[in-house]
């Protein structure tokens, strides 16, 4: 295992009073502990059936693996239909193992059908899909844990009109379905008209889900080896067996990320310097969030708490962002992502003798200058105070990014535990989810959509 996290930017000894001292570290170490017991009681339970995932798949592999075979040789096109936890997995997967302009390579190289996340409602956008997908060559992988996610039954229910229209009787071998095998339309749907089926453990919400059939199945599909994705998985969450903060990585960020939420540092910005690890941090920010931010805790009391994730790329962001980690407000710790080499190389030409200021660039590589960058910025950022800490991933490939994925997982359910709170609900969510209901008039809204016609209008007043 090849992971890696190297916390010295978070201690007081490097950056002085704005860091943490190693005592007050130490002194976390029972609680970090009884947080880990806490988590390892629950595996398996509830909604922690997400750390079974990488053990207890091997039926389901087999038959994703099968299913995939068979629409890497018969499909042009492969379209995920999913929102939040059922879309930015595959997305981040995808973008971290495949080449990044993969749909734009010929055939004969990607060997396999070009791939498609459609993670909103945005008309513009679905139309624009449609302008470049032909339905007929096309599978749709309807990804719903609920069964119910309007966004998500909505683009459903446009394809499955369009490919009825065109393949009549044969439109239900272009859909394949993902979702709960006991709870919600999807699968009553899946039943009725006969697509194929995987199914979501019940204890594996939906931003825990990658490594189940919600990643697993796109992520086969573009040939990506999903067995090494489990192994990752499973190698990082025997390193992380044991509640030692001095040698749990997971454990150890969950811990320094707490005492730095106490401190005020309540923006967690995520930065990979890789373009392949983009996505990932936009998956991290939706796990970190949605598990952490919450109003009450186990006992019922208001404690709204929580950590803001921001999502940044190195070195495109050292343009746009680092100028506040550095000078403003010391509310954030920066969680770098490094990767040890890149999957290819560009060396830089000479060219430009006569001009040392740009001279001094050639003969070296690009991605020598993207790990030099890291390497200034993380020592800027130091020498400026400011919390952060590395995760070094030796090389991106499929057995590191399913153990960053669990490490990640593993690190968030820790922090939940250390809140006292459910990472695993998102009551927060549903406001919004009911208004919308309300007001396309969904039966058993009424009375929401009757608060909606009867809140106060805006005030002209202040619109301008
Ligand atoms: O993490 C979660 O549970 C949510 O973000 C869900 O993934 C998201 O709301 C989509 O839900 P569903 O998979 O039920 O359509």
Not at 52 to 73: C, F, G, L, M
Not at 213 to 220: C, N
Request: proline share 3%.
């Amino acid at each position: 295992m090849s992971i890696k996290v190297n916390y010295n930017n978070m201690m007081s000894t490097v950056i002085g009073d704005k860091g943490i001292t190693e005592s007050e570290y130490a002194s976390y170490a029972k609680f970090a502990k009884a947080a880990h017991a806490k988590v390892e009681e629950g595996r398996g339970n509830a909604m922690q059936g997400w750390m079974d995932s990488p053990y207890n798949q091997s039926d389901v592999v087999k038959r994703i693996k099968a299913t995939a075979a068979r629409i890497r040789k018969s499909c042009d096109y492969f379209v995920v239909l999913g929102i939040g936890g059922s879309a930015l997995g595959p997305i981040a997967v995808f973008t971290a193992l495949k080449h990044l302009y993969y749909n734009d390579l010929p055939k004969r190289v990607r060997k396999g059908p070009k791939f498609y996340v459609l993670d909103n409602v945005d008309p513009e956008r679905m139309n624009a899909l449609f302008d470049v997908i032909d339905v007929e060559k096309t599978v749709f992988n309807v990804i719903t844990k609920s069964g119910a996610t309007g966004e998500t039954m909505s683009q459903y229910l446009i394809v499955m009109d369009m490919l009825t229209k065109r393949l009549g009787d044969k439109a239900k071998d272009h859909i394949i379905a993902t979702t709960s095998e006991f709870k919600g339309n999807l699968i009553k749907l899946a039943q009725k008209e006969g697509f194929e089926t995987f199914y979501i453990p019940e204890g594996v919400g939906g931003r825990f889900s990658e490594l189940s059939p919600v990643g697993l199945l796109p992520a086969a599909v573009v040939g990506i080896n999903i067995s090494e994705l489990l192994k990752g998985a499973r190698d990082m969450d025997k390193k992380c067996k044991k509640g030692d903060l001095w040698r749990n990585p997971a454990l150890a960020i969950a811990t320094l990320q707490y005492i730095s939420i106490k401190s005020g540092k309540n923006i967690g910005v995520i930065m990979p310097y890789a373009d392949s690890l983009k996505y990932i941090a936009d998956w991290y920010a939706q796990l970190w969030a949605e598990s952490l931010g919450k109003e009450v805790d186990n006992d019922g009391n208001t404690v709204n708490v929580g950590q803001t994730p921001v999502k940044a790329l190195g070195v495109t962001d050292q343009h746009s962002q680092v100028q506040l980690y550095n000078e403003g407000p010391y509310d954030k710790v920066i969680a770098f992502i490094e990767v040890g080499g890149f999957r290819s190389d560009v060396t830089i030409p000479d060219g430009c003798k006569e001009f040392p200021d740009v001279n001094f660039l050639c003969g070296h590589s690009l991605g020598e200058l993207m790990n030099s960058e890291l390497f200034a910025t993380r020592y800027t950022l130091t020498q400026y105070h400011r919390a952060n800490y590395t995760i070094y991933l030796d090389t991106v490939d499929e057995y590191h990014i399913g153990a960053l994925l669990y490490l990640m997982q593993l690190q968030t359910a820790y922090a939940g535990a250390m809140l006292n709170i459910d990472a695993y609900n998102q009551p927060g969510v549903e406001g919004g989810k009911n208004a919308t209901y309300a007001l396309f008039g969904r039966q058993g809204y009424e009375a929401k959509a009757e608060e909606i016609r009867s809140a106060k209008p805006d005030d002209e007043k202040y619109i301008i």
